[in-house]
Every structure is written in C-alpha cells, then in structure tokens.
C-alpha cells in the first residue's frame, strides 16, 4: 500500500512546484496543462494552468491541479522532517516568507525544531527536526 497527496491550488500549482524543486530539492515527475487535455469546458484563463503534475520530495510523491475557486489547506498539514537544525530553519525561512505562520520555529519536548505555518500557495507544513535519539 503507497499514500500519496493531492493539493488543488486556485491557479498557483506550477508555481508552487518549482519553488519547491528549487528549494526542497524536489523533482518534477510529470506536468500536463488543462489546455493540452484539449477540454472544450475549460474555464476561460485555465488553459495554460495545471490539470495535473507530480513533484517527488524524499520518497513521497506531491501530486497538483489547479482547481477553480480552490482553497487553500484548513485542516490538513504537509509533515517535512529535515535532516537538520539548519535546515529546518532555512526551511522555515523560505516556506514563511509571504504565508501565515500559526508557530513559530522553536524548540519543543519532542524536536529541536518544530514549526506549523501555511506558505504563500496556501499550503500548510508542520517542519521539524527530531532531537538527536529521537
């Protein structure tokens, strides 16, 4: 059994993953616009956005479109372990630049590092950095 997920952004999904290639290291797996579908009932603008792309981080596979009138994540949060103190906080740094921080990067019982926020695509991450033994 794999889970995976599945982001739907109101017009920002091609975006949001190259700034993810860029600076998480992800991979872009595939890309296909609403356009190229050749869909007659695309909405007017929607040509050019994503109908659906696959971004690899670590072993995890982040699938997108671009959804009319979508919104951005309530009650669900992407997990990102980083491999380092420093990292997380330049994780952080990059991921809070323009979105909503909901904690700030501190150290709790159980992280050196932990941070929840949504970034400026409306995608919400909880960072961490695990104590050392952890």
Known sequence: MKLDIYLN????CEEAFR???????ATLVSKMTH???KNPNIQPGFELKILHAQLKIG???LM????PGAEPMRSAYLSLELDSDGEADRVYALLSDGGQVFMKMQETFFASRFAMLR????TAWMLLHSRAGS
Do not use: C, K, S, W
């Not at 700034?19 to 290291?25: C, D, N, S, V």
């Not at 997108?64 to 959804?67: K, L, Q």
């Open 59 to 61: 072993n995890t596979v």
């Open 119 to 122: 970034d400026r695509f409306g």
């Open 64 to 67: 997108g479109a671009d959804i």
């Open 35 to 37: 356009g190229e579908q």
């Open 9 to 12: 952004y109101p017009g920002t």
């Open 19 to 25: 700034f993810y290639q860029e600076h998480l290291g």
